[in-house]
T-cell receptor, first 113, second 117 residues
Framework: GQNIDQPTEMTATEGAIVQINCTYQ??????LFWYQQHAGEAPTFLSY????GLEEKGRFSSFLSRSKGYSYLLLKELQMKDSASYLC??????????????FGRGTQLTVWP | NAGVTQTPKFRVLKTGQSMTLLCAQD?????MYWYRQDPGMGLRLIHY???????AKGEVPDGYNVSRLKKQNFLLGLESAAPSQTSVYFC????????????????FGPGTRLTVT
C-alpha cells in the first residue's frame, strides 16, 4: 500500500517563510505532486518532482529526496491568499496502479496578518 | 477550453434515491477519475478509467458505479443513496499515456456537493 504523511495544520504570518513537509512510503515511486486547494474550491497543481533536488517556481519551491521518502513545499513572502490546504500526492510506476495519484490528507495553512 | 466540468454543482437526495453525476473534459485526456473528499479524510479515489470503455475500482468503490462510453465523459452513479455518501465529489482527468510520470498531473473539476438525508 501507499502511506503519505503530512502535518494537519500550520500557521504563519504574512511575509514569512513556511515549509510544509511530506513523507511517503510507497512501492514503485514515480513522482510527487503538490496541489493547493482553497476552501470550497478544486485542487490546483503547484509543482512536480521526480528527481532529487529543488524545483523553484516563483514564491513556491518543492524539494524531493527519493532515498529518504521525503518532500517539502517552501512558500516564501507569504500572502493572505496563500491560506489554503496543501496536498502532497505520489504517483507510482506500472501495473494496475499506473496513472493513480495517492494523496495525503492535506496541510491546512493559515496566514495571519 | 472549459477544462473539466461537473454537473450538477449541488444536490440533495433522500436515502434510497438514485442519481448520476456527470463529468466532462475537453482536453482529450485518456485518464479520468472520481474522488470523494470528506473533512479530515483527504481525497479518496472511488473509480477511475484509463481509456474509453474501461473502468477500474479505487479505494472506496462500494455503493458507486461508473461508465466511460465516450472519451470526454465519465459518469458516476449512486444506485441507492445512503447518508454515508454525503460528501464533495471531484472529477479529474490526466493525459496519462505518454509514459512520463508528469503526464499524470490531474486537472480537477469544480466539485459536486451532495447531501443525502
Amino acid at each position: 500500500g501507499q502511506n503519505i504523511d503530512q502535518p494537519t495544520e500550520m500557521t504563519a504570518t504574512e511575509g514569512a517563510i513556511v515549509q510544509i513537509n511530506c513523507t511517503y512510503q510507497t512501492s514503485g515511486f514515480n513522482g510527487l505532486f503538490w496541489y493547493q486547494q482553497h476552501a470550497g474550491e478544486a485542487p490546483t497543481f503547484l509543482s512536480y518532482n521526480v528527481l532529487d533536488g529543488l524545483e523553484e517556481k516563483g514564491r513556491f519551491s518543492s524539494f524531493l529526496s527519493r532515498s529518504k521518502g521525503y518532500s517539502y513545499l517552501l512558500l516564501k513572502e507569504l500572502q493572505m491568499k496563500d491560506s489554503a490546504s496543501y496536498l502532497c500526492a505520489v504517483t507510482t510506476r506500472g501495473g494496475s496502479t499506473l496513472g493513480r495519484l495517492y494523496f495525503g490528507r492535506g496541510t491546512q495553512l493559515t496566514v495571519w496578518p | 477550453n472549459a477544462g473539466v466540468t461537473q454537473t450538477p454543482k449541488f444536490r440533495v437526495l433522500k436515502t434510497g434515491q438514485s442519481m448520476t453525476l456527470l463529468c466532462a473534459q475537453d482536453m482529450n485526456h485518456e485518464y479520468m477519475y472520481w474522488y470523494r473528499q470528506d473533512p479530515g479524510m483527504g481525497l479518496r479515489l472511488i473509480h477511475y478509467s484509463v481509456g474509453e470503455g474501461t473502468t477500474a475500482k479505487g479505494e472506496v468503490p462500494d455503493g458507486y458505479n461508473v461508465s466511460r462510453l465516450k472519451k470526454q465523459n465519465f459518469l458516476l452513479g449512486l444506485e441507492s443513496a445512503a447518508p454515508s455518501q454525503t460528501s464533495v465529489y471531484f472529477c479529474a482527468s490526466s493525459y496519462g499515456t505518454s509514459g512520463r510520470s508528469s503526464s499524470y498531473e490531474q486537472y480537477f473539476g469544480p466539485g459536486t456537493r451532495l447531501t443525502v438525508t
